[in-house]
């Protein structure tokens, strides 16, 4: 396990996966790598580690859900992936694509990746996220 706290990592420098081969490397790598803690965000952080099976089994669903929205024959094209270090990764974060929600800079916040492999015990990112004032201001407005 990675000395550093999750809270830590998180808020650290990610890489963006560019390319679904970027993607294909990491999955492989982090398959051997163990200990791994499956976090979908929209559920409570997890307690216990996953085993490679359940690992790879997560791997698969997420890829079948990511790949089919912007994996064309000619598009080659991720973003949808990022990972702390790519040689030795303790956190990788992945966005649904279904679930990106605003565009063109008009959110205020950034979303939550809907997935997230840690080999920290995870905190609770539900309990981080707010609602930024303004939308207050526009709902009451």
């Not at 830590?8 to 890489?15: E, L």
Request: proline share 8%.
């Amino acid at each position: 396990m990675h000395k550093q706290s999750f809270s830590k990592v998180w808020a650290g420098p990610f890489g963006a996966l560019l390319k679904w081969g970027d993607l294909d490397k990491l999955w492989s790598q982090i398959t051997h790598q163990g200990d791994w803690y499956y976090y979908p965000t929209d559920n409570k952080p997890p307690r216990h580690i996953i085993s490679t099976e359940e690992l790879q089994q997560h791997i698969q669903l997420i890829d079948q859900i990511i790949r089919p929205k912007y994996h064309g024959e000619s598009e080659d094209y991720c973003g949808l992936a990022y990972v702390d270090n790519r040689e030795d990764a303790s956190m990788l974060k992945i966005f649904n694509p279904k679930l990106l929600g605003c565009g063109g800079g008009s959110c205020e916040s950034s979303p939550l990746p809907h997935w997230v492999f840690s080999r920290m015990l995870p905190d609770d990112l539900q309990t981080t996220k707010t609602i930024p004032p303004s939308f207050w201001k526009r709902l009451f407005s």
